[in-house]
């Protein structure tokens, strides 16, 4: 899959241009990130952002507590515990603003 090709690549790329490669790390982040946006901006969490934001967790706690044969480990060695889900468990853990209250209980 996806994330395979992206721990692969720096194998088939010559060494002098593997600096602006994207790694898989920095996949995970952005969409991370991306997901979990209102909670650095403090913002109100609309109905369909929950769902996106429940789904997520949902399909993040099948790939780590029953895997994957097609996930190599690295890929969830990345799933565990990336920067941005530091940032999200510090924010849970202070308290959630109402709106993410929910997300933050799944």
Do not use: F
């Not at 789904?55 to 990336?82: C, N, V, Y």
Request: hydrophobic fraction near 40%; glycine fraction near 6%; charged fraction near 25%.
């Amino acid at each position: 899959g996806t994330a395979r090709r992206l721990l692969d690549l720096p194998a088939y790329v010559p060494e002098g241009k593997r600096k602006n490669l994207i790694s898989l790390n920095e996949v995970y982040e952005t969409v991370q990130r991306s997901i979990w946006s209102e909670l650095a901006t403090g913002a109100e969490i609309d109905r369909l952002r929950r769902n996106l934001q429940r789904e997520h967790i949902k399909r993040l706690q099948t790939l780590l507590t029953r895997g994957s044969a097609a996930m190599p480990p690295d890929a969830l060695s990345l799933l565990r515990w990336p920067k941005a889900w530091a940032h999200w468990a510090r924010r849970c853990g202070r308290g959630c603003s109402a709106a993410s209250a929910s997300v933050c209980r799944t």
